[in-house]
């Protein structure tokens, strides 16, 4: 009778290894410490003044407490208020890039309206439309939702609308064959067929409503209204805290990379182990 080898410990942690390896991870943790390191010697060798630039320690320090380690985790209320506008947004945007992609599948009009309205929105940085929608909605958080609502529709609904045009011709056939409706066809045909491309977009999307958010956010800050994380970083400049503004950014950086990783991990999960797509 054969014998199953089965790999012990050992050939799994070489493995595991060879894939951190693989992915560069080791070479971006030692890029990453190195960075750290001539930060912090720069700043104590040649006695830069703290007030404006601190040393990456202190920093951390300032982050750590306010993350509740050692402090009041303020930083949490800070990062949610953010969080909430921005997933406020994301469900508003997929929604209307949703519907208004699917009409433009089967309508002339719906196309060229939704190529006219992405050629002129895309380009533009929705964060100069935040003094129109204070004077629409006040300071509000309704103003906040506009400008970010603004940042990410368009790159979802751009990369949908490549998505459902590399749809193989045999599969919207099959539906028609089957007499489904428009509704069934999104979702039955449409929707799973482009998913790679609808994941690609939203991290587009993503990404630029996290930097609109915090820019927002820094303005709404200089005049005066409370917010989120960047309210948070333009009041350290106001009082002088300057290591509890860095910390801030560190935070609008690390939240930024924990996302990236979740929507490589829906990749990965999803479009990946199906076979559709290969990153």
């Keep these: 009778m054969a014998s199953i080898d089965i790999p012990d410990a050992a050939s799994r942690r070489n493995k595991l290894v060879a894939l951190l390896l693989n992915a560069g991870a080791v070479k971006k943790v030692v890029v990453l410490a190195l960075v750290c390191i001539a930060w912090e010697a720069t700043v104590r060798l040649l006695e830069v003044n703290r007030l404006l630039f601190p040393p990456i320690s202190e920093i951390a320090v ?30 508003i945007s997929i929604v209307i890039a949703v519907v208004v992609t699917g009409l433009a599948v089967s309508n002339n009009w719906a196309r060229e309206f939704l190529s006219v309205m992405t050629g002129m929105f895309q380009p533009l940085p929705s964060i100069a439309l935040l003094p129109m929608a204070i004077l629409w909605f006040g300071f509000s958080r309704e103003s906040l939702v506009f400008v970010v609502v603004m940042a990410m529709i368009w790159p979802i609904a751009s990369s949908l ?34 998913l790679p491309m609808m994941i690609s977009g939203l991290r587009v999307g993503w990404g630029f409503g996290w930097r609109t958010v915090v820019a927002a956010e820094l303005v709404f800050g200089a005049t005066g209204t409370g917010g989120g994380i960047g309210w948070y970083i333009n009041n350290s400049r106001l009082f002088m805290n300057i290591a509890d503004g860095f910390a801030g950014i560190l935070l609008v950086i ?26």
Excluded: C, D
């Design 62 to 91: 300032k982050l750590a407490h306010g993350l509740g380690l050692g402090g009041t985790g303020e930083l949490w209320s800070y990062v949610w208020q953010t969080l909430s506008v921005i997933l406020q947004s994301f469900a």
């Design 161 to 194: 609308t490549v998505g459902f045009a590399t749809i193989s011709p045999t599969l919207m056939r099959l539906g028609q064959n089957y007499e489904l409706g428009r509704f069934a066809m999104m979702t039955e045909i449409l929707l799973p067929a482009a």
């Design 254 to 279: 690390i939240v930024g990379l924990f996302t990236e990783s979740l929507f490589r991990m829906v990749q990965y999960f999803t479009t990946h182990k199906w076979g559709t797509e290969n990153f």
